[in-house]
């Protein structure tokens, strides 16, 4: 079993930073990709960022400048720091991330239960 955990999600006014994490856990043999999509109330989910093993990094246009997304290989730890928050940036907060479950697996696509961030005007 493979979890993907959330954590670090809240409300904050505009302008201003927060930081989310996601740990993953379970039976993992490796991972590959690792990603921050978010969706907002009435909207379809959008990729934030994603990230490599290897650490390179693609960031949608709208978080450019604003949001930065790192991992810890060595803690199967993906983290999306987000500064200059706007209210735009109100939204459900899903970690993914590509990996296999045994040398011998395809690799597949996990994702968590997500984490709310709110931005106040």
């Known amino acids: 079993q493979v979890q993907l955990v959330e954590s670090g999600g809240g409300l904050v006014h505009a302008g201003g930073s927060l930081g989310v994490s996601c740990v993953v856990s379970?039976?993992?043999?490796?991972?590959?990709?690792m990603g921050w999509y978010r969706q907002a109330p009435g909207k379809q989910r959008e990729l934030v960022a994603t990230?490599?093993?290897?650490?390179?990094?693609n960031y949608a246009d709208s978080v450019k400048g604003r949001f930065t997304i790192s991992r810890d290989n060595a803690k199967n730890t993906l983290y999306l720091q987000m500064n200059d928050l706007k209210p735009e940036d109100t939204a459900v907060y899903y970690c993914a991330a590509e990996l296999r479950r045994y040398y011998y697996s395809s690799w597949s696509n996990y994702w968590g239960q997500g984490t709310q961030v709110t931005v106040s005007s």
């Open positions: 379970g039976t993992i043999y490796s991972i590959n990709d």
């Open positions: 990230i490599t093993t290897r650490g390179s990094i």
